[in-house]
Nanobody, 119 residues
Framework: QVQLVESGGNLVQAGGSLRLSCAAS????????MGWYRQAPGKQRELVAS???????NYADSVKGRFTISSDNAKTTVYLQMNSLKPEDTAVYYC?????????????WGQGTQVTVSS
């Protein structure tokens, strides 16, 4: 089991910045990818950014150049620095972790944190 706790969501004006954090605990040794997804009202959940255990990032086209994903040295906390925020970035942001071991893969999710960008 992996537990994920997010923080950092808030209301911000367009053009502003926010930093989301996600702390992982439990069976974290077999977590090979962590990332952030978001879900806006009436839309499907979509990948925002992810980072592998080796530190390789991946971004959705819509956030490239504005968002930066990083992790701490222990690989148990992942951050999402969001700059130049736009109203279309408004969504609930969910932390995600992929666990792989014993021939199986499991996906874990945080409870979500609300990001609202006003125009």
């Amino acid at each position: 089991q992996v537990q994920l706790v997010e923080s950092g969501g808030n209301l911000v004006q367009a053009g502003g910045s926010l930093r989301l954090s996600c702390a992982a605990s439990g069976s974290v040794l077999n977590v090979n990818v962590m990332g952030w997804y978001r879900q806006a009202p009436g839309k499907q959940r979509e990948l925002v950014a992810s980072i592998t255990y080796g530190g390789v990032p991946n971004y959705a086209d819509s956030v490239k150049g504005r968002f930066t994903i990083s992790s701490d040295n222990a690989k148990t906390t992942v951050y999402l620095q969001m700059n130049s925020l736009k109203p279309e970035d408004t969504a609930v942001y969910y932390c995600h972790a992929e666990w792989a071991g014993d021939g199986s893969r499991w996906n874990y999710w945080g409870q979500g944190t609300q990001v609202t960008v006003s125009s």
